[in-house]
Nanobody
Framework: QVQLVESGGGLVQAGGSLRLSCAAS???????IGWFRQAPGKEREFVAA????????RYADSVKGRFTISRDNAKNTVYLQMNSLKPEDTAVYYC?????????????????WGQGTQVTVSS
C-alpha cells in the first residue's frame, strides 16, 4: 500500500515562493514520483517528476527555471520548490507515484495519488 500526503500549500503574492512536500510511505523505491496540478475548470496537468532512486528530473515547460523538484530518501519525502510564482500557477497540487521505474509525465501511469494541497497566487 502506498500513501502520499502533500503539505505546504497556501496563499502567496505573485513573485513569491512556496515549498510543497510529499511524504511517502509504502513501496516507493525505483519509481517515478510526480507533481501534478489542477486549476478550476481545467484538466490535471504534469508539473515535474523525479526518480525515487537514481538521477533524473523532468519539468513541464511552463515551470522550467522556476520550480525545482528534489527528494530526501531518508525522510521519504519529495519536495517542489516553487519560485517566481504567477497567478496562473494557482491550482490544487497533487503528488503521485507511477507504476514505472522511469520518469514519466503521463498521468495515466501514476496509480497512487495524494489528497492535494491548494496553492493560490494573487496578482
Amino acid at each position: 500500500q502506498v500513501q502520499l500526503v502533500e503539505s505546504g500549500g497556501g496563499l502567496v503574492q505573485a513573485g513569491g515562493s512556496l515549498r510543497l512536500s510529499c511524504a511517502a510511505s509504502g513501496r516507493t523505491f525505483s519509481s517515478s514520483i510526480g507533481w501534478f496540478r489542477q486549476a478550476p475548470g481545467k484538466e490535471r496537468e504534469f508539473v515535474a517528476a523525479i526518480l525515487w532512486t537514481g538521477d533524473g528530473t523532468r519539468y513541464a515547460d511552463s515551470v522550467k527555471g522556476r520550480f525545482t523538484i528534489s527528494r530526501d530518501n531518508a525522510k521519504n519525502t519529495v519536495y517542489l520548490q516553487m519560485n517566481s510564482l504567477k497567478p496562473e500557477d494557482t491550482a490544487v497540487y497533487y503528488c503521485a507515484r507511477a507504476v514505472t521505474n522511469f520518469i514519466t509525465f503521463d498521468l495515466k501511469l501514476y496509480a497512487f495519488w495524494g489528497q492535494g494541497t491548494q496553492v493560490t497566487v494573487s496578482s
